[in-house]
């Protein structure tokens, strides 16, 4: 393969289209994406009896519900001009059950939504630590405090799995706050005491979600009104939002509160609607420009050329479609609840779940913004990537009887068809991962038989864009920065030029640098380095030999999901997790995730009978038909022992093996979700070995008869 650079002609008429194109992609993206202001509602009114409590519902699509909505109650005692309410925070004594400890941490003491400076002489075996908070690790410990509150006492208090249980008195009111968390993404219990002036004012304020609120509705019991209610933003803007004239049996119901925050542009997120505007205009000139080559639309998706692909593509289209039926709109887990999140925000950005997915969710939700966008994205590559793959092999010889019962073990594969419905980091690296093992098996083809490959810049910045996709979705990607220049330079399958091979290498070590050391203004940007050296400490603690010999040990039973189970993050455990609601609340996650009805299938027979399905396939014997193809595991280095035969078998192989090695030795970790590349991996290293049969069939020597 050369790097020689060939160009379609260039025609005025085509820059005219590629312009009209990127013009209508970007109004699009622009328009159909509005970001809407962080802001606080206010609610001010007046209550007779101490008693009485607000409820704010908002209303996003399914109608008001116990999720969206907040309920503010008041503390017994009043406030008032020079009143001093004593108050005291004890813990370090008490915790939950499941909790390592029973220590708790105060981060923050606010009075009527302005910070509240703690005298030290007020701390009782409380200690101040730098950067973390006050900590509370003993029995004595507590904070006694006298503070002139009006309307609200908030308390800030860190959340995990070591942490303990907190007293609060208020006024000798005291209230207990276990502050144990299983999830670390809970970071905080914001705890709030809201007071009743002498005349019965009050004032309470919540937190707005970032996401289209049809109507809102306030609720406050007989003897209660309420005055005025506002939005306050996060530079200081005061939106008045007018009440209902009338009111009925204390509701009060407000139309479209949201709309004055609703926004098209933002500094930050315009720069990647012009990136996502360029690349769909450059993905959609590609898509026209090889329609033209097939002689038109007609030829291209009827014509008799690409019939059997566009038969192979529709197949796994409808099978992996009627996984997403059954589960619609997909599957997520915490993980994707936070990435879809930050690519939902344009002031958030994370990578300890790598940037590349935020940045590849943000472009799915410019798209489509329903979670059901990403399992489709996954839907519509596997089959394309499955299409191509079949279709390929078939036309270079492969007899269509020995390919149909390979095609049909992929798609009647129920891990992979539950896999592409889940919003895991781990699908779309498989994807890649199971691409770029067949891009040097194609090169390594070509080059042995002959036939002169000739990229076009597109098709060489395609390349360049699933490589760097593949090095940054996953932090072990990075594996393959090095090994794949390296395999295709042993393989002599590029001839690069100098110049090309300088660019290269400053490249890569340019990636490299940006994965190791990401800018500090990414949240969790220092997770690959935290991780690397974590992996690092532990593989100080045992010797090479030892790492090598259990990796070795392990690799048979690597898709033995009954034996891995402990390891395993079992598909069935994440069903729940886009409608675990209390955690959303607690997380705050509840800004950009809106209510979802559970249970509601658009087909519920669907649903219950692939449940039933995926609950049959982890008993004996189906294991071995689903998630324990072990006879996969085999096929990989046996074909690298057979180069001579399977050549191309083993440059796919080699590219799969030296991902699982790097997990097994460096990581350590048998957890089956990791491993998902290995077993769709496998299914597309049947056609490639019949491919081989093939060609070492035709380049025997037949023997002449006399």
């Known amino acids: 393969m050369s790097f020689g650079v060939t160009l379609p002609g260039i025609q005025k008429h085509k820059f005219l289209l590629a312009g009209s194109l990127f013009v209508v992609f970007l109004l699009y993206f622009i328009f159909a994406n509005a970001w809407y202001e962080p802001a606080r509602l206010v609610i001010k009114g007046r209550a007779v009896n101490p008693d009485a409590f607000v409820t704010v519902q908002w209303d996003s699509g399914w109608g008001y519900n116990g999720y969206e909505q907040e309920k503010f109650q ?13 108050v ?3 813990g370090g004594a008490e915790k939950n059950v499941s909790s390592k400890n029973s220590r708790i941490i105060l981060t923050e003491i606010r009075i009527d939504d302005r910070g509240y400076p703690i005298p030290p002489v007020t701390l009782q075996a409380v200690r101040y630590v730098r950067g973390t908070g006050w900590v509370f690790d003993s029995d004595d410990a507590k904070i006694v405090l006298t503070l002139p509150i009006k309307k609200q006492l908030y308390f800030s208090l860190k959340t995990n799995n070591r942490s303990g249980i907190a007293l609060i008195t208020v006024d000798g009111q005291q209230t207990r706050h276990d502050l144990y968390r299983s999830n670390w993404e809970v970071l905080l219990n914001k705890v709030n005491f809201w007071f009743l002036d002498e005349q019965g004012n009050f004032a309470v304020s ?38 209902p004239e009338d009111q009925h049996n204390g509701q009060y119901r ?27 205009t450059w993905i959609t000139c590609l898509l026209l420009h090889t ?10 998706f009827t014509g008799k050329k690409l019939r059997l692909f566009w038969v192979m593509f529709s197949g796994a289209l409808i099978v992996y479609s009627g996984w997403l039926s059954a589960f619609w709109p997909g599957v997520m887990s915490v993980d994707s609840l936070n990435i879809w999140r930050a690519a939902w925000l344009p002031d958030v950005m994370i990578n300890n779940h790598p940037v590349v997915n935020v940045i590849w969710y943000m472009f799915l939700q410019h798209v489509w913004n329903n979670i059901a966008v990403v399992p489709l994205s996954q839907i519509l590559l596997l089959s394309l990537l499955t299409a191509g793959t079949f279709f390929f092999c078939f036309r270079q010889g492969v007899r269509l009887r020995w390919l149909l019962p390979c095609y049909l073990l992929l798609l009647g594969s129920l891990p992979v068809g539950l896999y592409n419905i889940t919003l895991w980091k781990d699908v779309p690296f498989a994807l890649l991962v199971v691409f770029w093992s067949l891009v040097p098996a194609y090169f390594l083809y070509r080059k042995r038989s002959g036939q002169p490959l000739q990229l076009s810049l597109s098709q060489i910045m395609l390349l360049l864009f699933l490589f760097v996709a593949l090095v940054l979705f996953r932090h072990n990607g990075i594996v393959y920065l090095f090994f794949l220049p390296v395999l295709f330079f042993l393989l002599q399958l590029v001839k690069v ?29 220092s997770y690959f380095h935290d991780l690397s050296r974590m992996y690092l400490q532990q593989l100080e603690q045992e010797s090479p030999g030892t790492r090598i010999f259990d990796a070795a040990r392990e690799y048979p039973r690597l898709l033995d999901l009954k034996k891995n189970k402990a390891q395993s993050d079992l598909w069935h455990y994440y069903l729940g997790d886009r409608y675990a609601y209390t955690f959303l609340r607690q997380s705050g996650w509840n800004d950009t995730h809106t209510y979802l009805p559970p249970n509601h299938y658009p087909v519920p027979a669907l649903h219950d009978a692939a449940l039933k399905l995926y609950e049959k396939s982890m008993e004996y014997p189906w294991v071995y038909l689903s998630w324990n193809p072990f006879w996969l595991l085999y096929l990989f280095p046996l074909s690298m022992l057979l180069y001579s035969r399977f050549p191309l078998s083993a440059v796919f192989s080699s590219v799969i093996l030296v991902q699982v090695v790097s997990l097994l030795i460096f990581v350590g970790t048998t957890n089956w979700r990791y491993y998902y590349f290995v077993l769709l991996g496998g299914y597309f290293l049947l056609p490639i070995m019949l491919l081989d049969r093939h060609v070492f069939r035709l380049q025997k020597p037949q023997k002449v008869s006399s």
């Open 497 to 525: 030029p100098k110049i090309f091979l300088a660019a290269g290498v400053v490249a890569v070590a340019g990636l490299f640098v940006l994965v190791v050391f990401p800018p500090a203004s990414i949240k969790g940007g």
């Open 74 to 86: 008041f503390v017994p005692t009043r406030s008032g001009p020079g009143k001093q309410h004593r």
């Open 291 to 300: 329609i033209s080559r097939y002689g038109g639309t007609k030829d291209f």
């Open 254 to 280: 407000i139309s479209a509160p949201l709309s004055s925050l609703k926004h098209y542009f933002h500094p930050d997120r315009i720069i990647f609607q012009i990136i996502f505007a360029l690349f769909a």
């Open 88 to 90: 005291i925070l004890a």
């Open 206 to 243: 919540s937190d707005m979600p970032r996401y289209t609120v049809d109507s809102l509705r306030i609720t406050v019991p007989e003897k209660t009104a309420v005055t005025s209610v506002s939005l306050k933003t996060k530079s200081g803007r005061i939106i008045n939002l007018s009440l």
